[in-house]
């Protein structure tokens, strides 16, 4: 297999240890003489200057484009600049029907020599394929971006979360050869947070950081992944404008690499804290005495079919959800009656996979069917439930689903309340995947101070009972 577009970014950025990224954008105000030669010439200086630290340079297309023929080959002049092995990201936002598309990879990758490529995802998956084929050039799909009118269209909620949301979340399922990556507002930290959630295993490119007036610590906290890296911070006009680039380059690389120390120095974030949150403010997790059905006194009592309540808390759940399906091979999404139904049509919403679930009691009457929806025999199914216990249950939903002709390889659920793993969904060849472990779910409640040490002692001790 070829080494994929972000293993040589990563290289290049451990070599040097720098996560700079350094914008070619010969505005019109920063050239001698409005010519295509003087844009060549000052993009050639400050490459020169600066490759010393640049984990990866990014020109914009745009501002060779205006100078016609002559910009283009400016641009391709520029590119070939670069020394080898430092990534060369075109910054061209492209996004168009299949076969435009194609033309625009070829002129990016063939034509042009970038290794990557930034990319708009508003026409769809089809739009993006021609971009991926080479798992050596890579792109960075527009997620949400730094400019002050980026939430008109980017922070519309489509089925409970927002439209940048969605996009990171196709995109994890589009990063199939390691190529793939979001480009996210350093101006934004709040958005790179909760995308960070989503996607934990993506690179982000995140432009903003200096005369757009991104805060660069707040930025690395909360998009710079757990390994340190994951993340280039974009300088363009701070660098090309200071009266000595390669120093600006320097402090520049040496700011970001002491807030990503700052950053390593602080506790690390328990993941899908904020679903943890909503799962104790919307009463899914109470404590206290509760009566099982067994007849025995629980300290801690669990009622997912909440979540019903608060769509934007089931939205975030679903997207958990997705954030262990993107690894999963599957053609529909069974939800098993009754708590995991919402959670089941939330997943199918944001997928746009389609829902089917086996029926509790088998109809009487019509079609007399044990599973309802849309499927053929023999496809993949994916089983969503909110909680496991023991596993028995789930089994009796997964033989309706495997006597319909299906076929179940695993099932996925909010919170395993389980102290073991179970040997019943092992023993008939069902992988568990969970979001939760409820002790990792009480060590952090616990942590933070949500709930008092006593009711973390009593819940545990009587879990492992």
């Known amino acids: 297999m070829p080494i994929s577009f972000f293993e040589i970014l990563e290289q290049r950025c451990r070599d040097i240890d720098s996560l700079l990224c350094i914008g070619l954008d010969p505005h019109a105000d920063d050239l001698p003489q409005s010519s295509a030669s003087s844009a060549r010439d000052f993009c050639l200086r400050l490459i020169e200057a600066t490759s010393a630290v ?15 023929a002559k910009g283009i080959q400016a641009l391709q002049d520029a590119i070939a600049a670069v020394p080898a092995g430092i990534p060369v990201i075109l910054d061209a936002k492209r996004g168009d029907i299949g076969s435009t598309a194609q033309a625009y990879a070829r002129a990016a990758f063939q034509t042009l020599g970038a290794h990557a490529i930034t990319v708009n995802p508003y026409l769809g998956s089809d739009s993006i394929a021609p971009f991926l084929g080479n798992p050596t050039r890579g792109i960075f799909v527009v997620c949400k971006t730094s400019n002050p009118g980026a939430s008109e269209f980017q922070d519309q909620y489509i089925a409970g979360q927002p439209a940048y949301a969605r996009v990171a979340q196709s ?21 790179l947070e909760e995308v960070r959630e989503l996607a934990p295993d993506l690179w982000f490119l995140a432009p903003g950081v200096g005369s757009q007036g991104g805060d660069l610590q707040a930025a690395v906290n909360a998009g710079l ?47 899908h804290a904020r679903l943890a ?61 009754y708590a995991a139904l919402p959670i089941a049509a939330a997943i199918s919403l944001q997928l746009s996979i389609p829902m089917i679930y086996p029926r509790k009691e088998q109809k009487g009457y019509g079609t ?16 969503i439930d909110d909680l496991i216990t023991t596993g028995g249950s789930k089994l009796e939903g997964i033989e309706k689903l495997e006597a319909a002709g299906l076929k179940v390889r695993d099932i996925v659920v909010l919170i395993d309340r389980q102290p073991r793993p179970s040997k019943q969904l092992a023993e008939n060849g069902i992988v568990l995947h969970s979001v939760f472990q409820i002790s990792d779910l009480l060590d952090y409640w616990q942590t933070s101070k949500a709930i008092s040490s006593e009711q973390y002692l009593q819940t545990i001790a009587f879990l492992q009972q």
């Open 54 to 68: 640049a984990a990866a340079f990014k020109p914009n297309s745009a501002f060779f484009e205006v100078f016609g």
């Open 171 to 191: 995109v994890q399922l589009w990063n199939k050869n390691n190529n793939v990556g979001l480009v996210l507002g350093a101006t934004y930290p709040e958005a």
């Open 225 to 271: 992944r757990e390994d340190g890296l994951g993340m280039l911070l974009s300088i363009s006009r701070g660098i090309s404008r200071a009266q000595d680039p390669a120093k600006a380059a320097r402090n520049f690389r040496e700011a970001i690499n002491k807030a990503r120390k700052q950053k390593t120095k602080s506790q690390k974030k328990f993941r």
């Open 277 to 337: 949150d909503d799962l104790l403010r919307l009463g899914c997790v109470k404590f206290g005495e509760f009566k099982l059905k067994s007849g025995s006194i629980s300290p801690i009592y669990i009622d997912l079919r909440l979540l019903i309540g608060d769509p934007q808390s089931l939205a975030r759940a679903a997207a958990a959800y997705i954030g262990l399906l993107k690894d999963l091979n599957f053609d529909r999404v069974a939800g098993l009656p």
């Open 368 to 383: 007399k069917s044990a599973v309802e929806g849309p499927y053929q025999p023999g496809e993949i199914a994916v089983v």
